[in-house]
């Protein structure tokens, strides 16, 4: 690591200076220049519906030369038949920088990929989610609960004194997700 290269970690993570951003991107392939544009701006970036097969997450890390990933594939390729296109897809891009304070967390979800950044105000929780869409059943109720359960879960098992939750929530004020998105927020 460069000397240089030592200032900027220094800086970003004793100064409180990180610039974290989400993006669904609905494919990333497709979604390369603006995932380049905000890796531009940004020190980590937190990306859903990236629509990658789970072969090919590792072209998380190839999208920008300074930025290392770790993500998680939702396409289910067991059958050895896929229908239709990917979807979803979970993943969190970091620059090369911060590596050595970055540690990946088996979340067992694709809907949620998790890193603790170990700064110098103490070990944060990063949490990219996408959040079940809600047909209105009993089903979507249950994968939204279970999914915030999950996110709950992880913030309390682990050492991280702050938590950043980002990504698509899929709910808005006053739909029937909105209570249980409300507490993952507090």
């Not at 603790?116 to 959040?131: C, E, K, Q, T």
């Not at 682990?158 to 909105?178: E, H, L, P």
Request: hydrophobic fraction near 35%; charged fraction near 20%.
């Amino acid at each position: 690591m460069s000397k240089d290269t030592s200032n900027q970690e220094m800086e970003l993570l004793q100064n409180n200076k990180l610039t974290i951003c989400s993006f669904n991107c609905r494919s990333i392939k497709s979604s390369t220049d603006e995932i380049l544009s905000l890796c531009s701006i940004s020190d980590m970036l937190l990306i859903q519906e990236h629509w990658l097969l789970p072969h090919e997450i590792n072209f998380l890390s190839s999208i920008h030369p300074d930025f290392n990933a770790f993500g998680h594939s939702a396409v289910d390729i067991a059958s050895g038949v896929l229908t239709g296109r990917p979807f979803g897809g979970t993943g969190i891009l970091y620059k090369k920088s911060i590596s050595k304070h970055v540690n990946h967390l088996d979340t067992f979800d694709s809907r949620i990929t998790a890193v603790i950044l170990h700064a110098s105000s103490g070990p944060i929780l990063l949490v990219s989610v996408y959040m079940p869409t809600d047909y209105g059943d009993d089903d979507s109720y249950d994968n939204y609960l279970s999914t915030c359960a999950k996110i709950t879960a992880l913030y309390e098992d682990c050492a991280a004194t702050k938590a950043v939750i980002a990504g698509d929530f899929n709910c808005q004020n006053g739909s029937r997700f909105f209570k249980m998105f409300k507490k993952i927020c507090s």
